[in-house]
């Protein structure tokens, strides 16, 4: 289902004095709104497909209603989303759960919903039921080189795939790693892997990055074969320089210092992309911004100046996306959360005075430094927010318009109640 321009209109004119009394208070208070604003409508986070459904946990799966069933429907969701707040402008695919049937008429329908198809993810962490070898032991690090040549391959049919749709990047987040002392040689599963991402890299075409995907634990849990930043670098800068480091917020040891992290991989120019999302004991998926706001907003400040020390675009020089699950949520209104408290976090690391900051540095006045800080942190935002939604044609309250037009119950209507969509 899709909404009409006087389904949102009408839902903007009613709350429009109301923002505007918010809207008016924060311009006075902070240095140049209309720049936050133009920044904000252009910023755009891609959807991963399998966040679309409800993905639940190893203990079980409570399906949502009217789950999107097919690749379509999955474009569609992700094209509501963009219709209600505009800033979800791509979505992002995962091989073999999106393998498309009909290429053109799919890019048409991307065309339609005004999306993009962001970065595609390959799977060597689930056998498929025609698959020769297990991944059992591994995929790229297999200790067998007929295995590593099936998940070598597998990538590269994804890049394939991509291509035809218009994508310019290859995620590749492995399982690979071990459960016990002793089941692996370390340095033989890194140089496999090496090796076999070097496969892979050959395969990309010059438009486009791969990205390495690091993740501390989970499945295997006593070592990952890219299992921290410094692992996921040496790959990357093994590789070259169509190669880069993906962080994903949940897939650090606790207490990690990701915001140093980030800015340490964009000094080296070797941060690629993102993947929101928000933890509290693990690689737990909630929604961004639910758990640890002040983290994303560090995060984000460490994004900001180092992009613009760099002279980097904000909106296409790193792949943004969210990556998360749904458990007890509506996945579509979950979504939404997370894309507004990405939204929310970035307007908040652009009033940061960066100037002002790096003079405290100097000064060593440390209590200054959280001042300035803080006081962005502090600031309701989230009037810039809703206007950049409004100028960009999307809904002042996404959430409250997909209450008031009872979407589910539209897309259960459409699609039925017992839908599964496939993913996580
Ligand atoms: C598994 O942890 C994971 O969530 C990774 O974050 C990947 O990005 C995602 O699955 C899709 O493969
Ligand atoms: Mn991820
Ligand atoms: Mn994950």
Redesign the pocket.
Known sequence: MLLTKSQIDQHNDALLQQHQRGLEYVSGNVPDAAAIINKLAAFQVAI?S?ALGNGGTRFGRFAGKGEPSTLEQKLEDVGLLHQLNRSSGAISL?IPWDIPKNVSALKQLATQLDLKFDAM?S?T?QDQPDQQHSYKYGSLQHVDKAVRQQAIDHNIEVIKYGQELGSQSL?V?LADGSCFPGQLNFRGAFNNTLESLGEIYNALPDDWKVFV?Y?AF?PNFYSTTVGDWGQSYLYASKLGAKAYTLV?L??HLPNANIEQIVALLLNEKKLGGF?FNDSKYG?D?LTVGSIKPYQLFLIFKELVEGMDARGMDHTKDLGWMI?ASHNVKDSLEDLLQSVEAINIAYAQALLVDNTKLLAAQQNNDVAQAQEILQDAYRTDVRPLVAEARLKAGAALDPIGLFRQLKVRDQLVKERGANTVATG?
Do not use: A, Q, V
Request: charged residues 35%; aromatic residues 16%.
């Open positions: 991963p399998w995962h993810n799977n962490f995620t987040w995907e993740k989970e994903d949940g897939h993947h690689d998926d990556d996580l």
